[in-house]
């Protein structure tokens, strides 16, 4: 485990990121921005820095996390579709870099969702989202999504 | 195979997507949009539209293709690293969509590349990349490019 690895040395008490559920190799979070409602990242337990990398074991549990946490977030705000990318390119502002497998899972809405008084929105269905359009939530909203996604994802049938 | 599907239909001998190599579950085609060199699209052989439905086997399959393409590309290019994405966007335009699972891959360069006379920068290395930013490249140099990257997919060792 690297010292200046974020994510091998993010807590999992961090409330920026707070834990929905694991698997044998995978950890899910929620991420800050929840512009699109739902929106988590999933990382490797263990440190390793390309796609290319990871073992068979751990994607085929990664295909597990998908369909569970696609389940789980389809149930929760009605989701239409899901963006996956692996793209680590925050680690390459460093060199040299040290990155650590995630993915960013973002949930797409052919319509908007209301949950307990906040709209969500997304204006740029059929078309790659806007990295940069940030909305954060309140701590007990935060506290809800990882109820709701993380009931769902543990209850989720593996198949 | 359904009539409405692009990818399906799509023939091998499309010049907008010349054939750079296939696997048993997956075919390689180089991307239109060659503004980050070496951009390429990985679809499924099978009409899957949920990269939750993809099977066991086709994941596997998966992990292969990303071990040889970005070996591939790093040894013809010097690619820095390599940004992987699974949208389908496009097909939830319509309603109801026909998605067909499909990854972008786009290598990220820190340092410029020069191909045959022809230069190419990677402006937001280190940050997603602009989806809009867009360079053709003439058909000599697309024949050039699925030459370089199809030999050493090829041939790059399996492991």
């Known amino acids: 485990m690297p010292i200046d690895c974020e994510i091998c040395s993010?807590?999992?008490?961090?409330?920026?990121?707070?834990?929905?559920?694991?698997?044998?190799?995978?950890?899910?979070?929620?991420?800050?921005n929840q512009s699109l409602l739902g929106r988590c990242v999933v990382?490797?337990?263990?440190?390793?820095?390309?796609?290319?990398?990871?073992?068979?074991?751990?994607?085929?549990?990664?295909?597990?996390?998908?369909?569970?946490?696609?389940?789980?977030?389809?149930?929760?705000?009605s989701a239409t579709m899901f963006n996956w990318s692996?793209?680590?390119?925050?680690a390459y502002r460093n060199d040299p870099p040290n990155p650590h497998v995630h993915w960013w899972l973002v949930p797409?809405?052919?319509?908007?969702?209301?949950?307990?008084?906040?709209?969500?929105?997304?204006?740029?269905?059929?078309h790659p989202y806007d990295h940069y359009r940030w909305q954060e939530v309140p701590p007990e909203m935060r506290n809800y999504l990882v109820r709701e996604?993380?009931?769902?994802?543990?209850?989720?049938?593996?198949y």
């Open 108 to 126: 797409r809405y052919r319509q908007q969702v209301e949950v307990h008084g906040l709209t969500f929105k997304d204006p740029h269905f059929g």
């Open 10 to 32: 993010g807590s999992r008490e961090d409330p920026a990121y707070p834990l929905i559920g694991e698997s044998e190799f995978w950890i899910v979070k929620l991420a800050p």
């Open 86 to 90: 692996c793209y680590m390119n925050v």
């Open 43 to 77: 990382a490797t337990k263990r440190h390793v820095g390309d796609l290319a990398d990871v073992t068979p074991a751990e994607l085929m549990d990664f295909l597990e996390v998908v369909r569970r946490l696609e389940y789980a977030i389809r149930q929760s705000f």
């Open 149 to 158: 996604i993380g009931i769902r994802f543990g209850l989720a049938d593996s």
